[in-house]
C-alpha cells in the first residue's frame, strides 16, 4: 500500500458583535482544550486559520494561548494560514476591501507569530472566478475549497487526490479540494473510520492528498461534542491512532506538500460553496425542491454519480432572499465608498500640504485608518446570511454591523468643518431598480422606499451608533415545516452533526412561522377598517389589511432651511363596508439638523369612509427583557417591552434601551390610541429552533370619519437623547 498524506485544516471563528460569554465559552470548550491536546502529539501536524476577531479577543484576554501556538509554530507542528480579517464572503465586498483585510491579516500574523503566511482561509468557502486574482495579488499562494466545488467543474472523485492550479486574468492561485467525506466523519464518526476512508485513497497510488478543513467549533461547542472528543475521548483516540498508522499515513501541512509535489493540472470552478450552503441559498420554494430532488437522489442511489451535476444558488441570492441582508449589504457599498473618497481627499490635501511630495495629511490618514477599521468589521459575514446558524436573525449580529458602519461615517465627519444641513439624495440604493431618498445629516440618517409603501427603511441614530429599524421580519423558512415533528428539549447526541436531527427548545414557536408581507421597519401606512385591534395586527395574518404596504408613492424631495425631507403621494381604492373608496394619501418625511424627524399625512377621501388609520414602527432591540428596555408611556406609566399592549390614549412614548443608554421618543402630536407588541421570529441555529426577540411594534391609530372630498391629518415626531438626559 503507498503513502498517503493527510492535511488536517481547523478553522476557529467568532463574529464581530458576538456576546463576550460566547467567546469566553467557544475558548473553553474547544480552543482550549484542543490546543491541550495536540501539543502532546508532536508529530501530528496541523493548519490553523483563526478569524481577527477571534484573534483580537485572544491577544486581550488569553494571551498565554497565543503564545502556546507561536511556540507550535516555531517547532513546525503547525501552519498559519491568513484569511480576510474579518471574515468577509470576499465576493460581497469591494475588491480594494478585500484586498486590504488580507493584507491586515497578513501582516498580524507575521508580528504575533513571526511566520508569513503563503496559504490562507476563505470565509465558507465562498468562490467566485474572479476572486482568484484578488486573492493572489494579496500574497497569497493557496486556498482550499470543497470538493463539491471541484465535481461541479466536472472533475471526478479519483481526480481529487492534490491540488490544482487556477487563474484569473493570468494571474495564478493554487486550490486544494477539501474532502466532504472527512468533514462529516470528524469528529462524528470512531477514528477507525477515518482511517479505513484513508486508505482506499492509499491504495490509489502515490503523492496523494486528502485534506479536513471545518470549523474548530465541532470540537467543543456544537452541541454534545465537548463530551465527545474530551470527555469520552475521541481526540485522544483519534491522535493515537493517526501516529499508529505513520508507515502508510503522512500528516503534512498545506505549504509542505506543495514544495514537495507538482500541481495535478488547471481548473475553472463555477461559482460556489459548500453543498449546504448553495442551499441555503436558494429561495424557499425552490429550496424545498431541491431537498425533494437531492432525497430522492439517495434514495434511488444515484447522489454519488449525479450529485455533481446539481448546483443549488450562490452566497449572494441571500441578498435577495432577505431585504434585511441586501440593505445591510447596501449600507456597507455606501460607507466603503465614503472611506475612499476620503482616502483620496486626504492624498490629495497631502500632496498640496507638502508640495506635491505625495504626503497624505496624517492626521486625516489616521481618521480614514479608523475609518476603514470599522468598515471592515462592519462586513463580517455572519450577519448576512442564515444556515443552520442563526445568522442575520440574531439581533445583536446586526446591530454590530450597523453599529460599525455608522462608527466609520462618525469618523470621516468628525474630521470635517461642522456642517448643519440635510442631505437629500435620490439613488437606487438598494439595486430594486426604484431609487430611494436617502436624508442625511451629522444627528441622523433616515432612508425612504417611496416605491414600497413610503417606508422609513433605515433609522441610523448615529450619536449612538444605533439603525433603530435594524429589525428582521418573519420570513417563510423551508424548514419551518419541522417545526410540528421536532422533539423539545436539548440535543444530546453527541456523535450527530448540526446539519441533522434538530429539536425545539421551546414550545409555540409554529406559531410564529407566518411570514410577513413587508419589511418590519417604519412609517408602514395602514387604512384599517373598524373594529381592527391589536391581536389582528399582532398576528401576520393581520397583514392582508394592509392595502398600502406595498404601495408605489410618487415622490419629490422637499428642502427648506434648516431640514430636508420627501413627500409621498398614494392614490388607491380601500375597503369600506362592502364596496371600495378612493383616496389619496399625502405624507411628507422630514429630516431636521436638530436630528428630529417629522411624518405628517393628510388623508382625503372621494367617498364616505369609515376607518382606521395606523402607522407601524417597529423598533430594534437587543432584548425586550425588563432590565434592558422599557416603554414610559405620557412620561409617568411603565410598559414592558416584551408584551403587548393596547393604550386608549397616548400623547407621546419613549422607548429606553439600557443596553445602548438610549431613548426613543415618539410624540403623536395629541391623543391617539396606540397598538404595541413585541416582533419575535422562528428560527433554526446550531443548538435547535428557537424563538428570537426582534424588537417592538408599535402602532398609532386615529379613527377617520370623512365625508366625500374630506381631509384628514395626522402626523408624529421621532427623536431621541442619551438615557437620563431625555
Known amino acids: 500500500m503507498s503513502c498517503v498524506t493527510l492535511i488536517l485544516c481547523i478553522h476557529d471563528h467568532q463574529p464581530v458583535g458576538n ?34 476577531p477571534l484573534l483580537e479577543w485572544l491577544d486581550a484576554n488569553a494571551p498565554e494561548y497565543v503564545e502556546r501556538v507561536s511556540a507550535l509554530v516555531a517547532r513546525g507542528q503547525v501552519e498559519i494560514l491568513t484569511g480576510a480579517f474579518y471574515e468577509p464572503i470576499l465576493p460581497g465586498i469591494p475588491e480594494r476591501d478585500a484586498k486590504g483585510q488580507i493584507e491586515l491579516s497578513t501582516d498580524y500574523i507575521e508580528r504575533r507569530f513571526g511566520v508569513r503566511p503563503r496559504g490562507m482561509w476563505l470565509a465558507e ?21 470543497d470538493d463539491y466545488e471541484f465535481r461541479l467543474a466536472g472533475l471526478p472523485d479519483d481526480d481529487l487526490g492534490g491540488y490544482f492550479m487556477t487563474e484569473d486574468h493570468g494571474v495564478p492561485l493554487k486550490v486544494f479540494p477539501i474532502s466532504k467525506r472527512l468533514r462529516y466523519l470528524i469528529p462524528f464518526a470512531e477514528p477507525s473510520e477515518t482511517l479505513d476512508h484513508l486508505r482506499l485513497l492509499a491504495e490509489r497510488g502515490d503523492d496523494l492528498v486528502a485534506v479536513f478543513g471545518d470549523d474548530g467549533e465541532k470540537f467543543g461547542v456544537w452541541p454534545g461534542t465537548h463530551k465527545h472528543v474530551y470527555v469520552d475521548g475521541w481526540l485522544d483516540r483519534f491522535l493515537q491512532a493517526l501516529g499508529e498508522n505513520s508507515d ?43 431537498h425533494l430532488f437531492i432525497g430522492r437522489l439517495k434514495r434511488q442511489g444515484w447522489e454519488e454519480r449525479w450529485g ?135 444627528e441622523v440618517n433616515a432612508y425612504v422606499h417611496p416605491s414600497r409603501g413610503g417606508m422609513v427603511f433605515e433609522l441610523d441614530l ?74 389582528e395586527m ?64 393628510s388623508l382625503r377621501a372621494e367617498g364616505t369612509l369609515d376607518a382606521v388609520f395606523a402607522s407601524e414602527w417597529t423598533l430594534a432591540l437587543l432584548t425586550g427583557h425588563p432590565d ?55 428560527s433554526q441555529s446550531e443548538s435547535g429552533f428557537e424563538k428570537v426577540y426582534q424588537g417592538i411594534t408599535i402602532l398609532p391609530h386615529w379613527r377617520v370619519s370623512l365625508a366625500a372630498g374630506e381631509t384628514a391629518a395626522f402626523e408624529m415626531t421621532l427623536d431621541s437623547a442619551a438615557l437620563g438626559e431625555e
Open 308 to 442: 455533481a451535476f446539481v448546483s443549488g444558488g450562490t452566497w449572494k441570492g441571500f441578498l435577495s432572499k432577505y431585504d434585511e441582508a441586501n440593505h445591510m449589504a447596501r449600507k456597507m457599498y455606501r460607507v466603503s465608498g465614503k472611506v475612499e473618497n476620503a482616502a483620496s481627499d486626504a492624498v490629495t490635501r497631502g500632496r498640496a500640504d507638502a508640495g506635491n511630495q505625495g504626503v497624505a495629511d496624517h492626521s486625516a490618514k489616521a481618521v480614514v485608518a479608523a475609518a476603514k477599521e470599522a468598515l471592515w468589521k462592519g462586513q463580517c459575514n455572519c450577519a448576512y446570511w442564515h444556515g443552520v446558524f442563526g445568522g442575520i436573525y440574531l439581533p445583536h449580529l446586526r446591530a454590530a454591523i450597523y453599529q460599525h458602519l455608522i462608527r466609520a461615517e462618525n469618523l470621516l465627519d468628525a474630521g470635517r468643518e461642522s456642517k448643519l444641513e440635510v442631505s437629500a439624495e435620490v439613488v437606487d440604493h438598494d439595486l430594486d431598480g426604484n431609487q430611494e431618498v436617502l436624508l442625511e445629516s451629522k
Open 462 to 535: 448615529r450619536r449612538a451608533e444605533w439603525n433603530v429599524l435594524a429589525t428582521m421580519a418573519r420570513h417563510e423558512e423551508a424548514y419551518h415545516h419541522a417545526l410540528e415533528n421536532s422533539s423539545l428539549g436539548e440535543r444530546n447526541d453527541e456523535t450527530v452533526s448540526i446539519h441533522d436531527a434538530m429539536v425545539a427548545k421551546e414550545t409555540g414557536l409554529s406559531e410564529l412561522v407566518h411570514p410577513d408581507a413587508y419589511p418590519r421597519v417604519g412609517a408602514i401606512d395602514h387604512i384599517l377598517p373598524v373594529g381592527v385591534g391589536l391581536s
Open 628 to 682: 434592558y428596555a422599557e416603554l414610559v408611556q405620557d412620561d409617568d406609566c411603565m410598559i414592558r417591552a416584551d408584551s403587548s399592549h393596547e393604550l386608549e390614549s397616548c400623547r407621546h412614548l419613549a422607548v429606553k434601551d439600557r443596553i445602548r443608554r438610549e431613548v426613543v421618543r415618539m410624540d403623536f402630536g395629541g391623543e391617539v390610541g396606540v397598538w404595541i407588541h413585541p416582533l419575535e421570529t422562528a
Open 538 to 601: 399582532r398576528d401576520p395574518a393581520g397583514s392582508d389589511l394592509v392595502p398600502l404596504g406595498g404601495e408605489r408613492y410618487e415622490f419629490e424631495v422637499v428642502r427648506c432651511e434648516g431640514s430636508a425631507g420627501v413627500k409621498l403621494v398614494v392614490r388607491a381604492g380601500v375597503p369600506n363596508g362592502s364596496g371600495t373608496v378612493p383616496i389619496e394619501l399625502t405624507k411628507t418625511v422630514r429630516l431636521d439638523t436638530a436630528g428630529r424627524l417629522r411624518v405628517s399625512w
Open 248 to 290: 502508510w499515513l503522512e500528516l503534512s501541512t498545506f505549504a509542505e506538500f506543495i514544495d514537495s509535489v507538482p500541481a495535478r493540472g488547471r481548473v475553472y470552478l463555477p461559482s460556489s460553496s459548500y453543498p449546504e450552503m448553495m442551499e441555503w441559498a436558494l429561495p424557499t420554494v425552490a429550496r424545498r425542491e431541491y
Open 19 to 52: 456576546l463576550d460569554g460566547v467567546f469566553e465559552h467557544a475558548y473553553r470548550s474547544s480552543y482550549l482544550p484542543f490546543l491541550d491536546r495536540i501539543e502532546n502529539y508532536p508529530e501530528i501536524k496541523f493548519v490553523l486559520h483563526t478569524t481577527g
Open 125 to 145: 468557502r465562498v468562490w467566485e472566478p474572479g476572486i482568484a486574482e484578488v486573492i493572489a495579488e494579496s500574497g497569497v499562494e493557496y486556498v482550499a475549497l
